[in-house]
């Protein structure tokens, strides 16, 4: 078979991931977390999901496992991995939940809120650095941003909408 010429790409598949604003997004918010767990188990001993576990039950407690595993974007078996290992050390308690005893309601202990104090301090400082490096204007606009690639985003996530996009037939 002859050698042919490869066919030029269609526009829409032009440029690398590198270009691609999910993978840019992504970059960016591995970033995000990898500095955050470097800080939060320096300075308080826990892992990124163990921070999410204590800052959404900080903040929304009581909150049963299922909760807990969508709110944080967990699988609902790490997410009773983390808690596991939080109540083995005495920052989060199970108690049975009031309509269903085999639903478990948690909330963080004494320990725990201490925990959380510190720990939103370290985040908040960590999110005014971040901050910093943009003007009003900018925040303004990231925060507009944001919430319209969310919105996209959920819509993409919908079979519908994938409708022969990027198909080549």
């Known amino acids: 078979m002859p050698n042919r010429p490869e066919r030029p790409l269609p526009d829409a598949a032009r440029g690398t991931i590198k270009e691609l604003l999910s993978y840019r997004i992504h970059r960016l918010a591995n970033q995000l977390s990898q500095g955050a ?31 807990l595993a969508r709110e944080s974007g967990l699988d609902k078996s790490l997410a009773s991995r983390a808690v596991s290992g939080l109540v083995e050390r005495g920052l989060v308690s199970r108690t049975p939940g009031r309509q269903d ?25 960590r999110d005014a650095v971040f901050l910093a490096a943009l003007d009003p204007a900018e ?26 996009e990027g198909v080549d037939r």
Do not use: C, N
């Open 101 to 125: 005893a085999r639903e478990v309601s948690l909330r963080l202990s004494a320990a725990g809120r201490r925990a959380y104090a510190g720990l939103m301090r370290s985040a908040h400082a």
């Open 37 to 67: 767990a470097r800080r939060y188990r320096a300075e308080f001993d826990v892992s990124l999901m163990e921070w999410r576990v204590i800052a959404l039950l900080g903040d929304f407690a009581p909150l049963t496992l299922k909760d």
């Open 139 to 164: 925040r303004d606009a990231l925060d507009g941003i944001i919430e319209k690639l969310l919105g996209a985003a959920r819509q993409q996530g919908r079979p519908e909408a994938w409708s022969g």
